[in-house]
């Protein structure tokens, strides 16, 4: 039987003819948008470019007088504290030139003598 399966003659199938191929519908020709963008919307794309660009130069000079200004504060409370230095040393040595031995020792020097009916006595500070 399965002999006889196999002689059966090939069962042939219709020959199909080629069709040709289906030309797609066609759309009703419209005009092609001018561009993606339009030139309203790149004139605002440029005009906000530049304000960005402005501002960021403002900005960068507005931090770099702010620097300028902290450099200068900064040389002032230097210099300041310096002269505080100065200014308590200087008060330090007039405190020992003006002391009473001091005084009394360069009059003596100089031949003046203390007369003690012309002494008088200020409150010191």
């Known amino acids: 039987m399965a002999v006889r399966v196999r002689q059966q003659p090939y069962i042939q199938q219709p020959a199909v003819s080629p069709q040709p191929p289906q030309q797609p519908s066609k759309k009703p020709n419209y005009k092609k948008s001018k561009a993606f963008i ?4 790149k004139f605002l794309y440029m005009l906000f470019l530049v304000v960005v660009a402005i501002m960021a130069v403002a900005i960068l000079h507005t931090q770099s007088k702010i620097q300028t200004t902290s450099m200068e504060i900064q040389q002032i409370e230097k210099e300041i504290s310096e002269i505080a230095n100065q ?4 008060k330090v040595q007039v405190s020992e030139l003006s002391a009473y031995e001091r005084i009394l020792k360069r009059a003596q020097e100089l031949g003046l003598t203390l007369n003690e009916k012309n002494v008088k006595v200020v409150p010191g500070e």
């Open 38 to 41: 339009s030139k309203r919307e």
């Open 87 to 90: 200014n308590v040393g200087l």
